[in-house]
């Protein structure tokens, strides 16, 4: 256990529809990022938040978009979404840019997009 | 950051060390070399970083060669449970889980 949840664990939307997955980081961390793992792939970066400001991207596009809470939890939006959406989303919790290394990532949200 | 080349997969004994190698020839000076695993149906769990000098924790120890430009992960005593995606992660920053590029990792298996 991490003490990194995320909701839902499991999730089926039909093309174009837009969708919001939840992640509560471990208590006392600052920073949150949020992963998209393929199927047989490894987890690739979607963006970071640090103190509820968006401070560090990949190479996704803007519907993906997020939010951070004053309570440090934050939210992962995809509109329009496309098949190829599909896919396990993994969020991480840690200390921020002073924190060092660790990070604690969740058991992730499986969307499947049909 | 730089690339990194791992093996597809490995397997190990069950109480034998387990030496998980990692190429990165053209880590520049001032990046980390860092490795997470992921057990499946979970996320990645972070092992263990260093920079230059040998590291070891109660997980795992990192061996970096001198001219930093490979390392191997080693656990000293494998046991099924250590069966997973062990990925090799070289970057610059600290911060987390910032930008970390995964690759597709090495599989490992312990065989009982």
């Known amino acids: 256990e991490t003490g990194v949840t995320q909701s839902p664990t499991h999730l089926i939307k039909t093309r174009g529809q837009q969708v919001t997955l939840r992640c509560s980081s471990q208590s006392g961390h600052n920073t949150v990022s949020w992963y998209q793992q393929a199927l047989g792939q490894g987890p690739q970066f979607i963006f970071q938040y640090y103190r509820e400001e968006e401070n560090g991207r990949g190479n996704f596009p803007p519907r993906f978009s997020g939010l951070q809470f004053p309570n440090y939890s934050s939210e992962l939006n995809v509109n329009a979404l496309e098949l190829d959406d599909s896919a396990l989303y993994l969020c991480?919790?840690?200390?921020?840019?002073?924190?060092?290394?660790?990070?604690?990532f969740g058991q992730g949200t499986r969307l499947t997009v049909v | 950051d730089a690339k990194t080349t791992q093996p597809t997969s490995m397997d190990c004994a069950e109480g034998r060390a387990a030496n998980l190698p990692c190429n990165h020839s053209t880590i520049s000076g001032n990046e980390y070399v860092y490795w997470y695993r992921q057990i499946h149906s979970q996320g990645p769990q972070y092992i263990i970083h260093g920079l230059k000098n040998n590291e070891t924790n109660e997980m795992a120890s990192l061996i970096i060669t001198e001219d930093r430009k490979s390392s191997t992960l080693i656990l000293p005593h494998a046991t099924l449970r250590d069966t997973a995606v062990y990925y090799c992660?070289?970057?610059?920053?600290?911060?987390?889980?910032?930008?970390?590029?995964f690759g597709t990792g090495t599989r490992l298996t312990v065989i009982p």
């Open positions: 992660i070289v970057r610059v920053d600290q911060t987390g889980a910032n930008n970390l590029f």
């Open positions: 991480a919790s840690s200390l921020g840019v002073r924190g060092g290394a660790e990070a604690f």
